[in-house]
T-cell receptor, first 114, second 116 residues
Framework: KAGVTQTPRYLIKTRGQQVTLSCSPISGHRSVSWYQQTPGQGLQFLFEYFSETQRNKGNFPGRFSGRQFSNSRSEMNVSTLELGDSALYLC?????????????FGPGTRLTVL | DQQVKQNSPSLSVQEGRISILNCDYTNSMFDYFLWYKKYPAEGPTFLISISSIKDKNEDGRFTVFLNKSAKHLSLHIVPSQPGDSAVYFCAASGYAGGTSYGKLTFGQGTILTVHP
């Protein structure tokens, strides 16, 4: 069974631009979570989607948004990029996303904001 | 407020010996705990998990122990191998009226180095 895939793997943008990252979950998984990893803050939860609905959201500004499609694929968007948005963005999928459901991660998208 | 803490930034072990990685948590609502292994610029790889109704779970060379009263868990790797060298993260989740859906809270990670 194929794992979680993320595209693109690397991105370079400039301040003020916007970016869209894509995530395809493991087949059969319906919950997709997004995380940001930075050296200073570690792995931080962004949001979670299930059946095209956002069920949970972390403590990030409204510039960070996401959506999920009927096939469970998910995208996240960051608008008006700031230098501090440079990070590794990870998505993870699980079957239905209750607290005892294991999340499996994709390889991540490395975003660099210049 | 760091709810999951890994107080040792690094650990160095000889090949064949035991590696013990520790993790403490503060939120009593956490009821599921996981360990992930991560290489730079890659996504975390799931290793092993434990539910709060258990105090031990084994999978091959990996064993996780949970002490709920102390809010402490540990990962034992026996025997350690050079290929185990990576960053290890503990993570926790918990049901709290639906607001914890899909959310893992991570520790800061411990860099494990296994020397041949």
């Amino acid at each position: 069974k194929a794992g979680v895939t993320q595209t693109p793997r690397y991105l370079i943008k400039t301040r003020g631009q916007q970016v869209t990252l894509s995530c395809s979950p493991i087949s059969g998984h319906r919950s997709v979570s997004w995380y940001q990893q930075t050296p200073g803050q570690g792995l931080q939860f962004l949001f979670e989607y299930f059946s095209e609905t956002q069920r949970n959201k972390g403590n990030f500004p409204g510039r960070f948004s996401g959506r999920q499609f009927s096939n469970s694929r998910s995208e996240m968007n960051v608008s008006t990029l700031e230098l501090g948005d440079s990070a590794l963005y990870l998505c993870a999928s699980s079957f239905v996303g209750p607290s005892t459901d294991t999340q499996y991660f994709g390889p991540g998208t490395r975003l660099t904001v210049l | 407020d760091q709810q999951v803490k890994q107080n040792s930034p690094s650990l160095s072990v000889q090949e064949g010996r035991i590696s013990i990685l520790n993790c403490d948590y503060t939120n009593s609502m956490f009821d599921y705990f996981l360990w992930y292994k991560k290489y730079p610029a890659e996504g975390p790889t799931f290793l092993i998990s434990i539910s709060s109704i258990k105090d031990k779970n084994e999978d091959g060379r990996f064993t996780v122990f949970l002490n709920k009263s102390a809010k402490h868990l540990s990962l034992h790797i026996v025997p350690s191998q050079p290929g185990d060298s990576a960053v290890y993260f503990c993570a926790a989740s918990g049901y709290a009226g639906g607001t914890s859906y899909g959310k893992l809270t991570f520790g800061q990670g411990t860099i494990l180095t296994v020397h041949p």
